[in-house]
């Protein structure tokens, strides 16, 4: 009889096939966080064709999710890892090799269905392997590990920036992405059930039509919170370029929030297994929408950094919360095209936020894209509380599909 499972255990097992390919691809993120806005402005670019080019990664997510789910079924998990990691390293190497905006918005989609791809290897591996009462803290350690990428990457990629210029630091980023492929090398990092047997491999489609109205209530909420989440990250860039920061300062007041953002995610693993999903994401998400209204307020460097600090307790809150509740709500018998499903319609909010942000911007101004991600943001709470509710009792799923 094997052992009953404990956290540091799982962790073992997790580290190099889970956490370690998606800390070195968020790492190549992180370094580009502070510093894409800024050089697509400096490329002449105007806030809307900013939006655009980085909404243009969020079509990838989108669309790559099925596709990346059916290719696993098929091809495995660990094929799919290496296929994703290797097309988000090439295609972030390659960002400053052109301002032309078609050849960004190719690069970004290229970019996104890399990731939906590493996303979803990585998720059905959880979802497949990991007990309920655990998966919160594990998924709030990826997030965790997310989180602490997005603390060095961004001081990195400031100061990469402003001493070796923008084919340095895409090509930085692009070199630790490619690290991703690691785990297939390593001992204990490959997916010792990559592929289903034939008989009982699962039609993505029928699946999908199958479980239609869950998906369809599952992926509203968390489509409006990635919004806002991606949204922010365009945001606060632009808003310290506003306020005449270079990009090493930028990198900065983006690292302070994700500091208090790292901090705090252990306490969202805590939350969700111990005291309900809700009781986690609803003063998560809260907060960031408190610190998004703040950020619309900032007129000073110092307006700017506490709403940075108050966005990042709230996302560090969150941490992991969209895993944990896709991979509760999802199908026991059917768990990768389900996944799949939710991270295309919820992958939409990674298009729409950054197209918010570029079109109030030119519209109305910067400081008003903040205020209405926030309205954004607390639309999906009020969805994910009201309409989806607590997911972590299992019968949850079957109530919220009828």
Known sequence: MNPPASLPREVRRLLVPVYLPWGMVTLGAGILLPIFPVYLEEQGLRLSLIGLVTAAGGIGLALGGLPASSFAERRGTDKLLAIGVVLCAITTALLGISSAVIVLVVLRIAWGTGFTSITQSRQVLVARTVAVGMRGRVNSLVGGMHRLTYVVGPIVGGFTYDRFGANATFGLAGGLTLLGTLPLVLPGG??????????DRISVRDSLWRHRRLLLVASLGPLLVSSARDGRNIVVPLIGDDLQLDAAAIGLLVAVGTAADFLLFPVSGWLMDRRGRLACMVPAFSLM??????????????????????????????????????????????????????????????????????????????????????????????????????????DDRRTVAR
Request: charged share 10%; hydrophobic share 55%.
């Open 289 to 394: 929408a408190i610190g998004l209204i703040v950020l619309s307020m900032a007129d000073t460097v110092a307006v700017a950094v506490v709403a940075g600090i108050v966005m990042g307790i709230g996302n560090g809150l969150s941490s992991g919360t969209m895993l944990t509740l896709s991979t509760d709500m999802a199908p026991p018998d059917e768990p990768g095209p389900f996944i799949a499903g939710f991270h295309t319609l919820s992958g939409i909010g990674h298009i729409v936020g950054p197209l918010i942000v570029g079109w109030v911007a030119d519209t109305i101004g910067l400081s008003a894209s903040a205020f209405v991600l926030a309205i954004v943001l607390l639309t999906g709470v009020l969805w994910i509380a009201l309409v989806i509710g607590e997911t972590s009792r299992q």
């Open 190 to 199: 490959r997916d010792p059930h990559p592929i289903a047997e034939r008989a």
